[in-house]
């Protein structure tokens, strides 16, 4: 209904009346003035005069249902679009949404998270409406074994449209970040739900870091982390780049389902900048330097060490420095 009312008004440079939006919505004029009332909470600056109605002066950047979805390409990413202005993590939220059974392709975004989630539990610094904090619910038909290539599948797709939309020149260290001249702009956390042979569901989350000036990051992570804005030195709008991400995220999802693994793989070798050169490997136990040789179809690492014995890396316990 809301959105219905936005469409009108957008559709619409001039005034609309009280009446037209009534009728058209088959609603009350108290309906839709309570309507109008949430959309203007929303960051909608619209203008309200007696005896001409309602006009709409200037839509937020923000990454609202009612702006992604007009002008969004996909044909089932971000069709769902649930966005709550504050959320613990956008992957529990949409973990839940799962369990309950969403479509595949339900997208839930947020201005910030309180608690969100990176690698092994690290936490996730997700300043209110600076950057694109999503996640993606898919059911893809894969073995469960094969679900590690999810993460590579986000990270292609996060690069690309990175790359293509605002020219910034991003790359991917393994597993499952996105870096811009070794700082980290956007990190990636897939979340699988699975029986022994088959995939229930599997949530991407992305934490991408758009309009975050350099000194608004955490001193702890200031030099390591960085953004669209502090690469590019232009405020980036977050709208026409976050239906860029899902057109993006959609089209190597359904290359990966359509073709395998070699094309998204051929890809991400392109893009990564932890291959085919010295790299230091923390684990909870030790630390250790070795080369890194490839990747896997698993998506491991293989890492080859001092002796010359290949270690075969999984995402979920190490951390890897370029040395
Ligand atoms: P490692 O770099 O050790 O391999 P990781 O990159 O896999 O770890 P993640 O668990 O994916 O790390 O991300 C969490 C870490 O990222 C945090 O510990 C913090 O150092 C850093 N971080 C947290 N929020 C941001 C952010 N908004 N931008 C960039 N880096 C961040």
Redesign the pocket.
């Known amino acids: 209904m809301k959105i219905r009312i936005l469409e009108i008004l957008k559709s619409t440079p001039d005034w609309v009346s009280g009446e037209t939006l009534r009728r058209a919505m088959g609603v009350s004029r108290t309906a839709v003035w309570k309507h109008i009332r949430t959309l203007r909470e929303e960051g909608y600056n619209i203008e309200a005069r007696p005896n001409l109605g309602y006009r709409l002066l200037q839509a937020p950047d923000a990454p609202l249902p009612g702006e992604v979805i007009t002008g969004l390409s996909t044909a089932f990413i971000g069709r769902r679009l649930e966005y709550v202005p504050e959320l613990s993590s956008t992957n529990e939220l949409a973990t839940r949404l799962a369990r309950d059974g969403c479509p595949a392709g339900t997208v839930v975004v947020t201005e910030t998270q309180t608690g969100g989630k ?3 539990g ?5 300043p209110r409406d600076k950057g694109l904090w999503f996640t993606v619910v898919l059911r893809p038909p894969v073995n469960p074994a094969e679900t590690p290539q999810l993460t590579m599948v986000a990270a292609v797709a996060v690069a690309t449209a990175v790359r293509d939309h605002t020219g910034v020149p991003a790359d991917i260290k393994w597993p ?2 996105i870096l811009v001249r070794e700082r ?1 702009l956007c ?1 990636i ?1 897939v979340e699988l739900n699975a029986e022994m042979d088959r995939v229930n569901f599997m949530v991407a989350g992305m ?1 991408l ?1 758009v309009n975050v000036a350099r000194r608004e ?1 955490p001193p702890e ?1 200031r030099s ?2 960085t953004s669209l804005l502090a690469e590019s030195g232009e405020y980036i709008p977050r709208v026409p780049l976050f239906r860029a991400l899902l057109k993006s995220f959609e089209d190597w999802y359904c290359l990966w389902l359509d073709q395998g693994f070699a094309p998204i793989l051929r890809r991400w070798r392109e893009l990564c900048i932890t291959l085919d050169c010295p790299v230091t490997v923390h684990t909870l136990r030790e630390s250790y330097s070795g080369y890194a040789v490839d990747v896997d179809d698993t998506g491991a690492l293989l890492v080859r060490t001092a002796s010359g014995r290949i270690e075969r890396l999984l995402a979920g316990e190490v ?2 420095r370029k040395s």
């Open positions: 990176g690698r092994l690290r936490a996730w610094f997700s499952n970040d980290k990190g956390l934490g870091n990051f992570i390591a982390a951390s890897l």
